[in-house]
């Protein structure tokens, strides 16, 4: 009896790559991928024209290109942005938007209006590992690190969103997440958003706020973008309470960066410093404060803690940040008093995202009508911060 001979092989099958997503993709990137894939590097220019020049993103609209080709480039790239599942606006001009990053997880993204700027705080990652006592994000412990392409979408579709003749005129890494704990895609996102070949968007503009992960510190200044720290103490002991990232890296560390910070880019340091009724508020605190950052050029920007259920911390009185405010003043420290904006629509950090979450059939998601053809590309815009 002849017996069929049982072979284990199968059929090789093609294994399709997972489309690469455009906006996580440098100039580069995308003429290495053509490259390899034997089509001619010179589309790879077309293609950022088509996006970043004429807002097209989508291949059939880029009529340089053959049938052929826009059928294999919408094989190998996705062109797709976050979807925006929430949009407010308060009384005061703040507008906070919420976006859809995958896996049930959301991100916002806030635009802060003043009179020579509108400043786009931006999120890095989706909850935070760094456990500050009185943030809400840092409640929830890391859930996803953002890619490049969902940093450079929260920019562009804010972008998008403003009215005709507004334009984003600085990005601050405030919002949820800590940059520096997800570097790689958050450098990567700014080299796309500052190139010539992007949205050519200022480094000078681009301010990354930091809890202070030390050794990735010198990133922020070899990217040439500015630097803020989040202080929020007077001394270690202070600071390891609330922020406990001190414990690995305390603050001789902390500033020792800081001072190279400032010698390599001739700039201030912007330290953050969250007042707390009775934690961190009192005079003695202020007094602290300046003895500690005296040495360093920098400016103080303080913020009243803004309060969210459960925290355990309180923001104090008016008065008492004034006269904190005033101590510091009164030793010649450069201080600026972050105003609270958008407190009607939650505004502090996380806290859309909590109330959306909790609420999901309020979902509102008409606000992704308001998306029209707008130039994504910054003008060059005169400098100042
Ligand atoms: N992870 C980075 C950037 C995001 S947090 C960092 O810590 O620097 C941005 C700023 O918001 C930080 O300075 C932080 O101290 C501050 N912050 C967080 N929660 C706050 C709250 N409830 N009230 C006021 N400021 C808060
Ligand atoms: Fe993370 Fe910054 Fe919040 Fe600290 S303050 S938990 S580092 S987001």
Request: glycine share 6%; aromatic share 8%; charged share 25%.
């Amino acid at each position: 009896m002849q017996i069929e001979s049982q072979t284990t092989e199968t059929t090789p099958v093609s294994v399709t790559p997972t489309p690469r997503n455009f906006f996580a993709l440098t100039l580069g990137d995308l003429e290495t991928l053509f490259k390899s894939s034997g089509k001619e590097k010179f589309r790879a220019q077309q293609i950022y024209k088509w996006i970043y020049d004429k807002n097209v993103t989508d291949p059939d609209q880029m009529s340089n290109l053959s049938k052929d080709f826009r059928i294999e480039l919408k094989n190998m790239i996705r062109f797709d942005l976050p979807n925006v599942v929430k949009h407010l606006k308060s009384k005061d001009g703040t507008q906070k938007f919420l976006f859809d990053v995958g896996d049930g997880k959301t991100v916002e993204s806030v635009v802060i209006p003043a009179e020579d700027r509108q400043t786009l705080c931006i999120s890095s990652e989706v909850g935070c590992n760094m456990a500050c006592k009185f943030c809400f994000t840092g409640k929830q412990k890391l859930q996803k690190r953002l890619t490049a392409d969902q940093i450079v979408g929260q920019f562009l579709q804010v972008q998008r969103a403003m009215p005709e003749g507004h334009r984003l005129t600085n990005i601050v890494f405030m919002g949820m997440g800590e940059p520096l704990d997800n570097s790689d895609e958050v450098f990567k996102a700014i080299e796309i958003l500052n190139s010539p070949w992007g949205t050519n968007f200022s480094r000078r503009r681009v301010t990354v706020s930091t809890s202070g992960i030390v050794p990735e510190m010198h990133k922020i200044w070899e990217n040439k973008t500015r630097l803020a720290v989040s202080l929020n103490g007077y001394d270690d002991d202070s600071r390891t309470s609330i922020m406990p990232i001190n414990k690995k890296y305390p603050l001789k560390d902390l500033l020792k960066a800081c001072e190279v910070y400032a010698k390599e880019t001739g700039e201030r340091v912007t330290f953050e410093y969250v007042l707390l009724k009775g934690i961190t508020d009192q005079l003695e605190h202020a007094e602290k404060l300046f003895h500690l950052t005296k040495h360093i050029p920098c400016k103080i920007n303080i913020i009243p803690f803004n309060e969210h259920p459960g925290s355990g911390f309180e923001r104090p009185s008016d008065s008492q940040v004034m006269k904190f405010q005033q101590l510091l003043i009164g030793k010649g420290a450069h201080v600026l008093l972050r105003r609270t904006m958008g407190r009607d629509i939650f505004a502090a950090c996380g806290q859309l995202r909590s109330e959306f979450e909790s609420h999901p059939q309020q979902m509102d998601t008409s606000n992704s009508k308001l998306i029209r053809t707008l130039h994504l590309k910054s003008n060059s815009l005169s400098s100042h911060t």
